[in-house]
């Protein structure tokens, strides 16, 4: 009989270690910032990226392995010219912003004055100031005055890790309610923005107001609007102006993504053993492995995701119509290539689906109206009225 005690059991892997197994055996894991969390509320039904930001997988380390780099970024020309107007609005104490804010979103309160309180959120590392941060809004809650926090940080849970979040600025009311300011550089002309870019802002914003719930659940008499401020130059100008966006929509969205990122362990379950995003691996590895995951590409993805261009490129190659658009996508219905749709276009579709039956309709009509010598439908033009004189 041998004298060596008998082997344990094979102790289950953790999430963190099958995270961890999914990144490399060397690779950090990458934190997750606001734009991120945002740009999965752009798409919450793309499986592959829920779970590469939940792994902390680096996406753009990732694209660039794959032969297809991200080549999207905020020029250096954008970046200080929003500092700059980000200073501008910020001058003198916040007094510009914390007239804005009481102008667009609290009227009934007194206006706030020049003592109105700025903390110092200086701290060493992200956790010293988010704490930091929590305790500022804790103590400007209770004096019940105007206050402004400059970059405070914000920390969210998500999938198990703490994400470090820096809105622009946040104002405490004298009722309590706590205000999220989004600074952009973008134009608004005519008191109205690109509705992208406001979508954006918006999906952004609705990040850093569930990370202030966390917070004002632990306060009493604190609450989180659900209104926040965009702030972005006036027309053509450097002056500032600012208009409110109800962020309702995009926070609900938000958080049921968050919520799915919370259960990343069953996408990884879902995974054959040994698949790993590991940057190290050649590229036909990583195409397999990216491609074990399905995804939601739509042509929104080439201003948010990393892997956007890998994502369209595979989507071509399988003929499908989601390269042309949700909206595309959407009408189509069950035809989900673009063989299916000309196909259905030509009469070969299936006689009992609307969807075939009208693009065959409507490729019909426009052979018709493209045939030469067709009579073209003349415009009704109505009679004129004679003169009564």
Request: glycine share 8%; hydrophobic share 45%.
């Amino acid at each position: 009989m041998s004298s060596y005690p008998p082997s344990s059991p094979a102790q289950p892997t953790t999430l963190r270690q099958r995270l961890a197994g999914l990144r490399g055996p060397s690779v950090p894991p990458r934190p997750l910032d606001a734009r991120a969390l945002a740009a999965l509320a752009a798409n919450p039904g793309c499986g592959r990226r829920a779970l590469l930001d939940g792994a902390g997988v680096d996406k753009n380390a990732l694209a660039t392995a794959l032969g297809s780099p991200a080549a999207f970024g905020q020029s250096q020309f954008a970046i200080v010219r929003g500092n700059s107007f980000e200073a501008k609005v910020k001058g003198d104490g916040g007094a510009e912003l914390l007239r804005l804010v009481h102008a667009h979103l609290d009227t009934a309160a007194e206006p706030p004055g020049a003592g109105a309180l700025v903390p110092d959120l200086t701290a060493a590392g992200p956790e010293g100031r988010a704490a930091r941060t929590a305790l500022a809004l804790r103590e400007a809650t209770s004096a019940k005055d105007w206050t402004l926090l400059d970059h405070p940080m914000l920390a969210l849970e998500v999938a198990g890790t703490p994400a470090y979040l820096e809105p622009d600025a946040v104002v405490v009311h004298p009722d309590g309610r706590w205000t999220v300011v989004e600074i952009k550089s973008f134009p608004m002309i005519d008191a109205a923005a690109d509705a992208a870019k406001v979508g954006a802002a918006a999906r952004q914003a609705a990040v850093y107001v569930l990370a202030l719930e966390r917070i004002a659940g632990k306060l009493a008499g604190a609450e989180v609007g659900h209104t926040v401020l965009l702030v972005c130059p006036k027309d053509f100008s450097n002056l500032p102006t600012a208009a409110p966006v109800d962020i309702r929509r995009e926070r609900s969205v938000t958080r049921r993504q968050l919520d799915r990122l919370t259960r990343v362990e069953e996408l990884a379950a879902a995974l054959p053993e040994g698949l790993s995003f590991d940057p190290e691996r050649t590229a036909e590895e990583l195409a397999e492995a990216v491609s074990a995951v399905d995804a939601a590409y739509a042509p929104e993805c080439l201003a948010a995701c990393e892997l956007a261009f890998h994502c369209r490129e595979r989507a071509r190659a399988a003929d499908e119509v989601t390269a042309l658009g949700r909206s595309v996508r959407g009408e189509l219905g069950a035809l989900t290539t673009v063989e299916e749709a000309l196909a259905a276009a030509a009469g070969a579709g299936c006689a009992e689906d609307p969807t075939a039956a009208a693009l065959h309709r409507a490729a019909r009509l426009r052979a018709e109206a493209l045939e030469p010598g067709a009579a073209l439908p003349r415009p009704h033009v109505p009679e004129t009225p004679e003169c009564p004189c």
